[in-house]
């Protein structure tokens, strides 16, 4: 099991897949921690060498803030827009789509299950 920045990487996957399971981590980066380490992207991660693996940790060390770091500095960030109660920080702190999206019809994955209004009746024909 290879383990970098704290978390257990699937070993049966390609490396560049199998970075992106670090938070803070995407598909551009993960293309760019192998070429910058020289290994091919292809390869597997039960296939790399201890030394590789360690070329990895300690190149996200040194230059990606990820995990528990990078998870904090997203909450500061939101934090900081709902104390200045700018729009976006007033639809955080409301739970709402934040990024401009209908709310009239969606959302349901941010507004969370629908509630019946109180008083609301059906008109039957």
């Known amino acids: 099991m290879a383990r970098i920045a704290g978390v257990n990487i699937p070993t ?9 399971y670090i938070y803070g981590i995407g598909r551009d980066t ?3 921690i192998c070429d910058a ?5 292809t390869k597997r991660v039960h296939q790399l060498t201890d ?21 904090r500095e997203v909450a500061i960030d939101i934090k900081k827009l709902q104390d200045m109660r700018c729009y976006r ?26 509630i019946p209004v109180a008083g609301k009746k059906k008109i039957t024909k």
Do not use: M, W
Not at 12 to 20: A, F, G, Q
């Open 30 to 32: 993960a293309n760019k």
């Open 12 to 20: 049966e996957k390609c490396v560049n897949i199998s970075l992106t």
């Open 51 to 71: 030394d590789e693996l360690i070329q990895i940790r300690e190149f996200i060390d040194k230059n990606y803030e990820v995990e528990g770091d990078r998870r």
């Open 37 to 41: 380490v020289g290994i091919a992207r």
């Open 89 to 114: 920080g007033i639809r955080h702190t409301k739970k709402l789509p934040v990024r401009g999206q209908r709310t009239k019809t969606n959302a349901r994955t941010r507004k969370g299950k629908a």
